[in-house]
Nanobody, 134 residues
Framework: QVQLVESGGGSVQPGGSLELSCAAS???????????IAWFRQAPGKEREGLSC????????YYADSVKGRFTISRDNAKNTVLLQMNSVKPDDTAVYYC????????????????????????WGQGTQVTVSS
């Protein structure tokens, strides 16, 4: 059974950095590096927002406009881990951060912009809290 475990959350001051990790397990050995991993977040009272996605060996990477230039996604297939490096964080980045997995990065286009449809991702972690405040 596929399991995703996020770690690295915590409190950070505005302008600071934080690195989140998503450890994946349960994929069959020959397919583990082919799974796409996405990061989402959900703040109180707001909808879940897709932030970034990285595919398997093809390396397709997506970033939402809200984090482009500040967040960097990367993966270490040998360790079955995907990282989200968060730089120049803002109070608006405060949320519970989730990683999700599926066979590919699902990216939708509507309303003049791209986004990650959460309903297309089959596997989810339990989330890790990130709080940005001074």
């Amino acid at each position: 059974q596929v399991q995703l475990v996020e770690s690295g959350g915590g409190s950070v001051q505005p302008g600071g950095s934080l690195e989140l990790s998503c450890a994946a397990s349960g994929f069959t050995a020959e397919y583990s590096e082919y799974y796409a991993i996405a990061w989402f977040r959900q703040a109180p009272g707001k909808e879940r927002e897709g932030l970034s996605c990285i595919s398997g060996p093809g390396g397709i990477v997506y970033y939402a406009d809200s984090v482009k230039g500040r967040f960097t996604i990367s993966r270490d297939n040998a360790k079955n881990t995907v990282l989200l490096q968060m730089n120049s964080v803002k109070p608006d980045d405060t949320a519970v951060y989730y990683c999700a997995a599926d066979h590919q990065c699902h990216i939708s286009y509507s309303g003049g912009s791209h986004h990650l449809p959460a309903e297309e991702y089959d596997y989810w972690g339990q989330g890790t809290q990130v709080t940005v405040s001074s």
